[in-house]
């Protein structure tokens, strides 16, 4: 088959993507961060019903607040452990909990910014522990701050995200068994 190039830079996008641990200071600009978050507003959810929030979070007070609460649910409980690498933004997605689909529809629109955020240049890193800490009695009271419904929705995961202190790695070889056609 032949590619056209759009074909062929989404597809090298996608294969071209890391997962980014180190972060530089520098904020992304407005105009970049909100095509990354427009990105994932287009993600498939099941029977269309739009169940995930994003909520973003650039004030370094906020986002050192929710750093160490994210830190209280990590297996890494080293001093100063800052489980989003000192990036300059973090995404959370959070879903309503009433759709059957939440924890699915949520993470389609993380992977959808993780494409884009690549697709622009910025890095980012996938970040675990949302739906512990969003049902904590602490994690409910910022979606309340936040003037969410602390009662559906349920934290899905989050990205950190800007631009890359390093280059990435190398990707791992694909397994072997990773495609099964019956």
């Known amino acids: 088959m032949e590619m056209n190039e759009a074909a062929k830079a989404v597809l090298d996008t996608i294969r071209n993507r890391r997962s980014m641990r180190a972060f530089t200071g520098g904020m ?54 800052d489980p989003f690498y000192g990036a300059p933004v973090y ?31 910025i890095g980012s890193c996938w970040i675990n522990r949302e739906e512990e800490m969003f049902a904590s009695d602490e994690g409910k009271a910022l979606l309340v701050k936040w003037g969410l419904d602390a009662e559906k929705l349920r934290g899905v995961g989050a990205l950190a995200l800007g631009y890359a202190a390093r280059k990435p790695g190398k990707a791992a070889p694909r397994k072997k068994d990773y495609i099964v056609r019956v």
């Open 91 to 121: 995404a959370l997605v959070l879903a309503d909990s009433s759709s059957s689909n939440w924890q699915r529809d949520g993470s389609c629109v993380l992977e959808n910014m993780m494409i884009a955020a690549e697709a622009l240049g």
């Open 28 to 81: 992304i600009p407005d105009d970049v961060l909100d095509l990354i978050l427009e990105a994932g507003t287009w993600a498939p959810t099941g029977k269309g019903l739009q169940s995930p929030v994003i909520v973003v979070l650039t004030k370094e007070e906020d986002r050192r607040y929710f750093s160490s609460l994210n830190a209280k649910y990590s297996h890494n409980r080293a001093a100063g452990f």
